[in-house]
């Protein structure tokens, strides 16, 4: 399948700011981004994909920065403390951004589709919804979203008050979602069991 052009006005956020602890043995974690899939970082494959699919990439890092500098876009880490989760790398990707929307993609789905942006624009525009989200088989995938850059301070709001459950912010913008047919597209991988199995071309 051949990638669309790419859409204008759109900043795709790559989310690589979690701790990984399912990835390590001991729990402590590990920057799961980072971990080679094929020869290249997992992060790797998911900017190869998202990349043409937009103008601009960020990525939201957290530690490693000068690693996450190598792929030579911007690295910026979460301005909410604590490792707050996507919400936190979704709020510091709208704040560096300067086009409309920005899109999220997550550091360990190294095969998120190539439509992903343009399905995910089209429906939110005849929608006139500032929020959409994928939706793949019978699960919500959350942290594959087009949002509105003015929900930024929405956001904030939101993260200040102690909130980090992302489809719940989704709900109180009224998120549209969009159906995608093929689940195995946003896989994520969690565990070192997984990326085994991966490498070894059983998903």
């Known amino acids: 399948m051949s990638a669309p052009a790419p859409v204008t006005g759109i900043t795709g956020i790559v989310l690589a700011g979690g701790l990984g602890r399912r990835m390590s043995e001991d729990g402590a974690g590990v920057d799961k981004g980072l971990q080679a899939l094929g020869g290249l970082p997992m992060v790797a494959h998911v ?4 990349a043409p699919q937009v103008d601009a990439i960020l ?3 957290n530690r490693n920065i000068a690693a996450y500098q190598q792929f030579g876009y911007p690295v910026l880490p979460d301005v909410i403390a604590g490792f707050a989760g996507p919400l936190a790398g979704l709020h510091a990707g ?3 951004a300067t086009t409309r929307w920005v899109v ?3 550091c360990d789905s190294p095969y998120l589709p190539l439509d992903l942006v343009v399905r995910l624009v089209t429906v939110a525009a005849a929608d006139r919804a500032a929020i959409a989200v ?3 088989g019978e699960r919500l995938q959350p942290v594959f979203a087009l949002v509105e850059r003015s929900l930024s301070a929405s956001l904030a709001d939101y993260l200040a008050r102690g909130n980090r459950k992302i489809d719940l912010w989704y709900k109180g913008h009224a998120a549209v979602e969009v159906d995608f047919a093929d689940p195995a597209a946003f896989r994520n991988i969690n565990t070192r069991q997984e990326l085994a199995r991966y490498e070894q ?3």
């Open 47 to 50: 900017i190869a994909r998202l």
């Open 94 to 96: 709208m704040l560096a």
């Open 59 to 61: 990525i939201n890092a």
């Open 134 to 136: 994928v939706r793949a």
């Open 201 to 203: 071309g059983q998903p």
């Open 104 to 106: 999220t993609a997550p």
